[in-house]
């Protein structure tokens, strides 16, 4: 027996339906559609897929393929591991949270999240003030919005998390290359574009 495993949540009008190399054995990606809004799945043989390093990327790779495949689409990523029983689960669920799927699908329309982490070099002598403030002039007046993210080692001077447009994305790409050389003494790290999981709060439970 199947199981739709989720891997994120669309407007109906961005449905896509193509072959992908998925999580666990899913080979094809395909719309569930509730109302004004569509579950992108793949099929697979278990309630409970592995947590494994390759499987969190195949989760991740799928979701930014749903967002850049034909010109892109708005997707409301599901965190890993949300496998239903079967399809009526699966609409029943979007029909119950459809309100804040439709809500959240218009806030962070046309958008990606991209990281941005600056790094100090052994040793120190960087000036955080005048870093963060670059930052502040040059990527927070383009992103429409920004995430916090912890600071798990003392070299971090920053680590964000940033929704841009995707038609801002070339002006961004500028902006964190200013960064980097107008601050050559630190390291730069750009990463992405990813889901934009730090800019939604849609709790949706799986049911197996």
Do not use: C, K, W
């Not at 046309?110 to 070099?121: A, D």
């Not at 600071?151 to 902006?175: C, P, Q, T």
Request: zero cysteines.
């Amino acid at each position: 027996m199947t199981r739709p495993y989720a891997y994120g949540v669309v407007d109906v009008d961005e449905t896509i339906e193509r072959p992908i190399d998925g999580v666990g054995d899913g080979e094809r990606v395909y719309p569930i559609e509730n109302g004004s809004v569509a579950a992108l799945v793949s099929d697979i043989e278990t309630a409970s897929p592995e947590r494994s390093d390759e499987n969190v990327r195949r989760h991740d790779d799928v979701l930014r393929e749903l967002m850049t495949t034909d010109g892109g689409r708005t997707v409301v990523p599901m965190r890993y591991g949300m496998v239903f029983r079967d399809e009526v689960t699966v609409e029943n669920v979007l029909d119950g949270a459809s309100s804040a799927l439709e809500r959240t699908l218009r806030e962070i329309e046309g958008t990606e999240e991209l990281g941005v982490t600056v790094v100090r070099p052994p040793g120190g002598g960087v000036d955080d003030d005048a870093v963060r403030r670059t930052v502040a002039d040059e990527l927070d007046q383009i992103a429409a919005d920004v995430a916090e993210n912890g600071l798990y080692s003392d070299r971090l001077v920053l680590n964000r998390s940033y929704l841009v447009r995707r038609d801002e994305r070339d002006a961004f790409d500028e902006a964190v290359g200013r960064l980097e050389s107008q601050h050559e003494e630190v390291l730069v790290r750009y990463t992405g574009p990813f889901a934009p999981y730090s800019f939604v709060d849609v709790r949706i439970g799986a049911q197996q």
